[in-house]
């Protein structure tokens, strides 16, 4: 299977969608995500006014305005954010009315002579416990290396650095849950014999399917299955729970690792050879014969059977670094990785992911400083709020939950890299900066939108059964962040938005579309975009933000007391929107040239 790259595939509605009748391995290339432009021939392109005898425009070639017409847009822009954030300050000072609705939620500030928020009690707790993340980090990536370099002429240095992570990864699980590890583990060992059971068959992966799902549901219903309950006289382990993390809530990313080793153990003899071979032809690193794989190697090439073993298994389902929230791997990238460190791990591209992630971390104090936005809808006093801050209200707090799970997830990438595993990046754009519902789930979550393409979406047929098996998709990507109705109405809102986006695009972005509207196409995608970051906005306040349709309706209550002038104030947003849009457009006519992934 071929994954995903932003060289495959270009945000959907400047641009044209393969047809439905596309195979499920190419379509498992664009789900969740956006098309390339077609190659518009170019009198159709000059007729569009998109093109220009520059060189730039040859080599950028996707849709966007003049370059010097992008200066004003530019501008426009960054206006129309500084006067949002603005809105959203001026809602974050003691002297406003509300400000004694939610004050009581901030905590003492070391920045500008002011408090913070620090009240969002996922980010919270990983803040304050930063400290003692880093010197577990510390800890682990230098007994790791201390290893490596003892046993490197060793023939065992995989064994011995396989051995390690699973020990460590044990003494890591036992302070973080206490004896709670061994419901894990029991859990684990169920799937763990059931598949070699089984043996390398579709029937693998069907159960280890199953039996996860099955486990998310029950880990909700009986919320971690106290010891008492499931035996009297062991009541007293339920005391002895580490630092009193709830293991059932970061079981969810176990449950993937499952999956990805039943299925790549299923696929071995089958499935990853074919594309393996298919690969090999058109990558230069993986034909070399020198052992090195690319990326996308290590994902196809299938291990050898010896290598599903007990040992592996668990020291990938538990592997510390990326134990709690990923980013996600394969088991066959896992286990390449370990057997052969990637050489584009340096010391250098480990420095600069840490100084990212410090940057980051700085920035969001920054952020949580100046605005009080999660306390405000937690509290949700937004009593007498005009149009306008409600809008700016929501447009920091989806800036948030971005910011905030690009640190935690930068994080623990980070910390894998320098024990010499790469994964895939998280967070490839800004929040800001998506227009396309498709695109923007793929960069979102990057490498859970690979998995589900790998293990779920491409399986079930892709394009054949289009419509039900984006339903089906985004079901699952709701129960497995939580069971809960407002995360299954998020998933359906967001399968539901998807489709005017990919109807919109098939009908409007045409040759013939071009030639008829002429300069005026681009506009017309720049409207369109407007109304998918709308609608992507609503979703997501829903799953993520207000956390239900009940807190809608009272900022409706709110907006319908307003005036006509705070009405007009509101939807100067549209025109700020627009402009971003056509920023975006430009941004990735340079990113396509670049060859941007």
Known sequence: MRINTDADVEPLLPSSIQKASNTAADVGRTVFSTVEPTNMSTKAAEAAGITSPSRSKRIYGAQSLPRLAIYPVA?????????????????????????????????????????????DGQYGSFRNNIPVLVVVMLAHVGLSLLLQIRTSASPTTFRSRVMFALVFSAVFLTALYGLSVLKILAICSVNYAAVKAIGPRWQASAFAWIWGIGILFANDAFRGYKFGALIP?????????????????????????????????????????????????DCSICASGTGELCPRGRIE?????????????????????????????????????????????????????????????????????????????????????????????????????????????????????????????????CMSNNYSAMGFWRAWHRSYNRWLVRYLYVPLGGAKYYLLNLLVT????????????????????????????????????????????????????????????????????????????????????????????????????????????????????????????
């Open 75 to 119: 501008l426009g822009t960054m206006v129309a954010i500084s006067y949002w954030s603005y809105r959203a300050y001026l809602l974050s000072v003691e002297s406003h009315p509300n400000f004694s609705m939610y004050g009581r939620r901030l905590s003492r500030g070391w920045l500008f002579g002011r408090s913070i928020d620090n009240s």
């Open 233 to 281: 006289g062991l009541g007293w382990m339920d005391g002895l729970n580490g630092i009193g993390m709830r293991w059932h809530i970061s079981f969810n990313f176990t449950m993937l690792r499952m999956v990805s080793f039943a299925t790549d153990y299923a696929w071995r003899s089958s499935v990853s050879p074919r594309q393996f071979e298919k690969h090999r032809t």
């Open 474 to 597: 985004f079901t699952f990507v709701a129960v497995w962040h939580d069971i809960e109705l407002r995360l299954l109405a998020w998933g359906w809102l967001i399968a539901a938005f998807i489709v005017p986006e990919i109807l919109a695009t098939r009908f409007f972005c045409t040759d013939a579309w071009r030639q008829a509207l002429g300069p005026f196409h681009i506009h017309l995608c720049a409207v369109g975009a407007v109304l998918n970051i709308m609608l992507m906005m609503f979703a997501n306040i829903v799953g993520f933000v207000i956390g239900d349709l009940s807190g809608f309706k009272e900022i409706a209550r709110e907006l319908y007391k307003s005036n006509f002038r705070e009405v007009v104030d509101g939807l100067t947003v549209i025109p700020g929107l627009f402009l971003a849009a056509h920023w975006m457009f430009y941004i990735r006519a340079h990113e396509k040239g670049r060859g941007k992934d």
């Open 301 to 429: 090439c299938p291990q050898h059977d010896s290598e599903f073993n007990m040992v592996n298994y668990f020291a990938y389902l538990f592997y510390a670094p990326l134990f709690m929230a990923g980013p996600i791997i394969t088991f066959n990238d896992f286990m390449a990785q370990m057997q052969r460190p990637p050489k584009s791990i340096t010391l250098r591209s480990v420095l600069v992911a840490g100084g990212r992630w410090i940057a980051n971390v700085l920035l969001m104090e920054v952020v949580l400083h100046l605005f009080y936005v999660v306390a405000i809808k937690d509290a949700k006093a937004w009593e007498g709020y005009e149009s306008m801050d409600v809008y700016a209200l929501g447009y920091w707090n989806l800036k948030i939950v971005w910011l905030k799970l690009m640190i935690i997830w930068r994080f623990f990438r980070l910390w894998a890299l320098a024990d010499g595993l790469d994964t895939v990046e998280n967070m490839t754009r």
